[in-house]
């Protein structure tokens, strides 16, 4: 019990952390912030369950002032923000990725990482986030969705980098993949 807490708030911490980071310019000047490959990483390392508790959590410390949303942002606007779509779904991001790395069968581990980033991490991710921003900028969802495809590349790539941090972490500590049993483990190498 003690050890999924911790886990579940080092990767809270982890989510707010790489949303502090600065975001990175992409050649045709949209910013890119790390705080969804956070949400990718704890769903493939934790989990589908606690993946989106970690999630959850992170957003209960926003809802109640803590500024660890991207940009140093916190409090209640945060949700009702034109990205506040994409911070709800936070969770259901992280779930949808550990769902699939848990229950895809695929070699190695970090294709399997990769694809349920892009199917959790940005699928997911924006569903919630097109419809929030479709209702809170009253904009139709192919306008909504026009507004967000410029993010897309670089969540792609952050979808690929998950899957190496996966890979990585499935050949030097294993134990770190709980969704991985130690014959899976083996085969996925």
Do not use: H
């Amino acid at each position: 019990m003690e050890r999924n807490i911790a886990q579940i708030s080092l990767f809270a911490a982890l989510i707010a952390a790489l949303g502090l980071m600065p975001p990175l310019m992409m050649g045709f000047g949209v910013p890119i912030s790390a705080q969804s490959m956070g949400v990718m990483i704890a769903g493939t390392i934790l989990g589908a369950r606690k993946g989106a508790a970690a999630a959850a959590l992170l957003l209960l410390l926003v809802a109640i002032g803590l500024p660890m949303m991207s940009g140093g942002r916190g409090g209640l606007g945060v949700f009702v923000s034109p990205t506040g779509g994409f911070a709800l779904g936070f969770p259901f991001a992280a779930w949808v990725t550990g769902k699939v790395v848990e229950t895809l069968p695929l070699k190695p581990v970090g294709l399997a990482a990769a694809i349920g980033s892009v199917l959790g991490g940005v699928v997911t991710l924006y569903a919630f986030g097109i419809v929030g921003m479709s209702i809170v900028l009253d904009k139709t969802l192919t306008e909504a969705l026009a507004l967000s495809i410029v993010f897309l590349p670089g969540d792609f790539v952050k979808a690929g980098v998950v899957g190496v941090i996966a890979q990585s972490l499935a050949r030097v500590y294993p134990q770190a993949l709980p969704w991985c049993d130690s014959n899976t483990r083996i085969s996925r190498l």
